[in-house]
């Protein structure tokens, strides 16, 4: 695993100890900021679900402000903290040991506010869209901003949740993204976009 592009191209990832953490590949990585980038003007990312830490050091590489990482994982925090020192970006990150939901509350008390915001849960966990709820709900989600939920491809969110609708989704074999943005007027029931489909 690496940095992909930016400022911090071609830096390597630590993987995280063991089966338990599954790492967004290089290849579905580079994908995803094609299609939501590719590059940032500033702005905050969030990335919940850290693991590696690869998607926010991805997005602070190619021109997000900062980046707030959050796993209960202490293995997972500890390589975030030494992936996050190998790409130069120390002094732009925080890095949390937390459960997802009490994360949310902690940030919401803060009165945080990002404009790109990563979800990549255990494939077993289906709530990403409370999750997201529960963020819109607390003012974390910017007006702006880029939401994306990495799941099994077997799994569908809904087309909306409450202003949040889907603005892309991609396949890339058994991983999907869905992504969100804000809409003030959402319809009843809106269509869901064509998958893409990667080999």
Known sequence: MRVISGTARGRSLKPVPGMGTRPTTD????????MIGPYFDGGR?????????GLGIEAVSRG???????????KAVEVVQHNVEAAGMKERCEVYRNDARRAIKALTKRGMQFQLIFLDPPYRLKDADELLM???NGGLIGRDATIVVEHDARHQYPSSIGPLYVWKLADYGEIALTMYKVSDEVPNAPQLP???KEQ
């Open 27 to 34: 290849k579905v990585k580079e994908a995803l900021f094609s």
């Open 45 to 53: 990312a969030l990335d919940l679900f850290a693991g590696t830490g």
């Open 64 to 74: 997000a402000e900062m980046a707030i990482f959050v796993d209960k994982d202490p």
């Open 134 to 136: 529960s963020m819109w």
């Open 194 to 196: 064509r998958r893409i």
